[in-house]
């Protein structure tokens, strides 16, 4: 006990340079999200309070672990609020569908103006693998096609959807789409398959 | 011309947290670089002497496009060395090779002391899109098929080799394979497929 309580201690002297979000909830609105954000995340709030869905919280390092000493989750590892990944996801244990609400800011541009292909490669194993884990339980990415339709403006709000398709044995397949928050543009799909871990 | 000095100078105040970075190439050695990085660095320099390898440079905004005031690139949005993306590429015009030279920093994580997927995908995509790029001109991303097969370690050094294998009107083929920085390790490969801009 007296040996996590150090680790806990010298991990909040390493990241000082942001230590009162140790254990910030990232999936919360902030003041830089846009209204079709907002509005898409209070809509996914109403639909969960019956049950259906449930908000997933998301932190900046993995500290429930102690292993995520000096270390960030690569979509929270800016300090500023807006620049980067803005987003939140939620899920719906009976579909098995995890959405995430995604507004790409400043920070991640390719071509000029708009979100670079990689941001939304992350954006994609992330929903989906979140999918998978909360359906699973742990896996790990094992391939990721993914097919870019059109460009993505940075600061636009985007609806990210996932869904396990198939679990055979270890394997697990799963889909993604990525819409414009009201669902007109198809920017990009994907499909996955992650493997669950061997215990 | 004056209008041009303007907006840099304009520009230039909005990004003052970085005043002295605007034209930086992140593509140089710095402190943070690990023994193997520096030695792979050092050895694309060598091959480079007789013209067949050429640098590639690596800025964090789009500024010579003028249009990236408030923005950054993707790879290079954070404002610390050794955290996030340290990486130098070096083309091959013969060989229609971009090879990249990357260091994954703890700032990268997806599973505990691990390089997110999509940091892979990342890495991927500029490898091979700036492969493209030098090679058929202005791209965009169409398809990217990843088969992760072994994790990427945090702080490692990784060989990015990506080929540019076919050409078909404005479909540009690549391959791409990332290894550990002495070839033990397969970690991942992907193919990928861009669109030449329609100009």
Known sequence: MIRRCG?????????????TEEL??????????NKNLKDLYNKFLELSKNGSWKRIP???????????????????????????F?????Y???????????????YLEGPPGYAHGGCIATIIDSTA????????????TANLNITYFKP????????????????EGRKVYSSCHIQSYDG???????????????H
Chains 1, 2 share one sequence.
């Open 184 to 198: 007109v543009i198809l920017h990009a799909e994907a499909s996955a398959l992650f493997i669950k871990a061997n």
């Open 152 to 167: 993505v403006p940075l600061g636009c709000t985007l609806f990210v959807d996932s869904h396990v398709d198939k679990i």
């Open 7 to 19: 680790r806990l201690l010298h991990k909040t002297k390493v990241r000082s340079h942001c230590p």
């Open 58 to 84: 998301s932190h900046n390092t993995i500290a429930h672990h102690l292993q995520g000493i000096g270390k960030r989750m690569f979509l929270r590892n800016l300090d500023s609020d807006g620049l980067g």
């Open 92 to 106: 719906n244990k009976d579909e098995r569908r995890m959405v995430c609400l995604f507004q790409p800011g400043p």
């Open 86 to 90: 803005e987003y939140c996801m939620f």
């Open 24 to 33: 910030r909830d990232f999936g919360l609105p902030n003041a830089t999200w």
């Open 129 to 140: 693998g979140a999918g998978a884990v909360y359906t699973c339980g742990s896996v790990m």
